[in-house]
């Protein structure tokens, strides 16, 4: 049975860093490096967004929003995805979520259809 346990996070002043990290258990090294791996997160009275997405074999991927501030990277061998997010904004405070599941990834990151999915974690920065 596949589980998907986050860590890090918390709060932060603007401009400052934090780390998210996920882990996936009941996955083999073969079956998670060919799993399909994102990040969304969730601000109150806001939809679900996408924030960065990497999937078998490919370059990591990243909302326009994001982009060179986060940074994905993924350990097959540990199972565990990483974000690193840096110069972080206010508009950055939301839950985070981070999604693994195999098959199309290219549409389960367009219809956010994963089976499997952490637990959240709060990401607060204050101005």
């Known amino acids: 049975q596949v589980q998907v346990v986050q860590s890090g996070g918390g709060s932060v002043q603007a401009g400052g860093s934090l780390r998210l990290s996920c882990t996936a258990s009941g996955y083999s090294q073969w079956a998670y490096s060919t799993a399909c791996v994102v990040w969304f997160r969730q601000a109150p009275g806001k939809e679900r967004e996408e924030v960065a997405g990497?999937?078998?074999?490919?370059?990591?991927s990243y909302a326009a929003s994001v982009e060179g501030r986060f940074a994905i990277s993924r350990d097959d061998a540990k199972r565990t995805l990483t974000l690193d997010m840096n110069s972080l904004r206010s508009e950055d405070t939301a839950i985070y979520y981070c999604?693994?599941?195999?098959?199309?990834?290219?549409?389960?990151?367009?219809?956010?259809?994963?089976?499997?999915w952490g637990q959240g974690t709060q990401v607060t920065v204050s101005s």
């Open positions: 999604a693994v599941d195999r098959g199309n990834c290219q549409q389960r990151r367009a219809t956010q259809n994963f089976d499997h």
């Open positions: 990497s999937g078998p074999f490919g370059s990591p």
